[in-house]
């Protein structure tokens, strides 16, 4: 889905339903592009600092303790005292032990540590899901005006939810299309109009919804892009058939190859690498042909 347009047409076939969430969620599920929630970036991001600061007083009050005990090891000169220090801090069932005696400052210990077990454990899976939620991507913009659209002409919400748009920023799209080239753009933004086709499934309230079909306009792209490629390849090898003079054959190898290189770079979404080796292989090509050339003449 790319793009959707409201107009005025009705059509009393289809069933309505009832405005508000209902009728949000039954738009939202009418295209999996249309998935989009908040993230709540700012309210998560402190979640994860106040699970961050209290484990770290935790911590703190740990280390204390542990700090506490080394002191005490050194100045009483109980030895009861001191093996029973030793023992919980080198075996774990030394702190079972002393707290099945009723030991109240190992209890506290005890306390503490289940308490950070607990924590660290809510605070690792935070982070975790925190991660897969800032791996989705923002909607793109044809996805986002359609919402926006449909949204602003239906208000489904009231109250706060009708500020679900507000912040373009904080929302994220369960599904997105991959990012198209520049080519498939440029079809979809001069000629997606006359490539559109509409549902007229959907109630007759949310207005005329116009899609893209992926499949043409891939087609299309395929197509253009052969005859670019056969006007490089084919063009350049017939213009240099034809132009005898080297100094002209250089000047038209070395414009091809500056066309070819600017072509794939505003067109295709290659990376920097990929564009210096398509242009290379290119202008390999053009030379070798050149080179053939002056050793038959």
């Known amino acids: 889905m790319s793009t ?161 748009l507000d912040d373009e920023r904080d929302l994220i799209a369960l599904k997105t299309n991959t990012d198209p080239d520049r080519l498939t753009s440029i079809i979809q933004y001069c000629f997606g109009y006359y490539l559109r086709e509409s549902r007229d499934e959907q109630p007759p309230s949310w207005g005329k919804m116009y899609y893209f079909k992926t499949s043409v306009i891939s087609w299309i792209v395929a197509v253009i892009a052969i005859l670019i490629s056969a006007f490089f390849l084919i063009g350049a090898i017939i213009i240099l058939y034809f132009v005898r003079p080297m100094g002209a054959r250089l000047g038209i190898v070395s414009a091809f190859t500056a066309s070819f290189a600017v072509t794939v770079g505003l067109l295709t979404n290659a990376k920097r690498a990929e564009t210096f080796a398509a242009t290379a292989a290119y202008a390999a090509v053009l030379v070798v042909y050149v080179s053939g050339n002056i050793g038959s003449s």
């Not at 991001?45 to 740990?62: D, I, K, P, S, T």
């Not at 030991?103 to 506290?108: A, F, G, I, S, T």
């Not at 791996?135 to 679900?164: C, I, Q, V, Y």
Request: proline share 1%.
């Open 4 to 164: 959707s347009t409201i107009d005025s047409e009705k059509n009393g076939c289809v069933k309505e339903y009832q405005v508000g969430f209902a009728d949000l969620a039954e738009y939202v599920a009418s295209d999996s592009e249309l998935s989009l929630y908040k993230g709540f970036h700012s309210i998560a991001a402190r979640n994860l600092l106040y699970l961050q600061a209290e484990l770290q007083v935790l911590g703190n009050e740990l280390t204390e303790m542990d700090e506490e005990d080394k002191q005490r090891m050194g100045t009483t000169r109980d030895d009861e005292k001191r093996t029973a220090i030793d023992k919980a801090a080198r075996a774990w069932e030394g702190i079972q032990e002393q707290c099945e005696e009723m030991n109240e400052r190992e209890m506290k210990r005890m306390r503490l540590i289940l308490r950070i077990r607990k924590l660290v454990k809510e605070y690792e899976k935070a982070l975790l899901r925190r991660s897969q939620i800032l791996s989705f991507e923002k909607p793109d913009h044809g996805t986002m005006d359609a919402f926006t659209n449909w949204f602003r002409f239906k208000k489904p919400l009231r109250g706060l939810g009708w500020n679900l």
